[in-house]
């Protein structure tokens, strides 16, 4: 069965950093595109940062100067890097991947369960 793993979130002060990582598991064949999303209390959830198998990124315009995604296509996995956190950033942020499970005939989009970042003083 294919899982997304999310872990790295946190409580940290503004102005700190965290770094995400998910790893997907289980039979697979291929990853496709990788990325991040948040969802903040009341609000709907939102893309973060999007990275393809090839690396080219997609970043939301309000956080791209703050965050690099990146990848490890070897270990299955995906980063995300957020510096300058503030206290807006405080959210659920989940891992989404577009995965080609063994035994089937096509992608399929998969969602982690989602880490909890906090950021407040």
């Known amino acids: 069965q294919v899982q997304l793993v999310e872990s790295g979130g946190g409580l940290v002060q503004p102005g700190e950093s965290l770094r995400l990582s998910c790893a997907a598991s289980?039979?697979?064949?291929?990853?496709?595109?990788m990325g991040w999303y948040r969802q903040a209390p009341g609000k709907e959830r939102e893309l973060v940062a999007s990275?393809?198998?090839?690396?080219?990124?997609n970043y939301a315009d309000s956080l791209k100067d703050r965050i690099t995604i990146s990848r490890d296509n070897a270990k299955k996995t995906v980063y995300l890097q957020m510096n300058s956190l503030k206290p807006v950033d405080t959210a659920v942020y989940y891992c989404?991947?577009?995965?080609?499970?063994?035994?089937?005939?096509?992608?399929?989009?998969?969602w982690g369960r989602g880490t909890q970042v906090t950021v407040s003083s």
């Open positions: 989404n991947a577009r995965i080609w499970p063994r035994e089937t005939y096509s992608y399929a989009n998969y």
């Open positions: 289980g039979s697979i064949v291929s990853i496709d595109n």
């Open positions: 990275i393809t198998s090839g690396g080219s990124t």
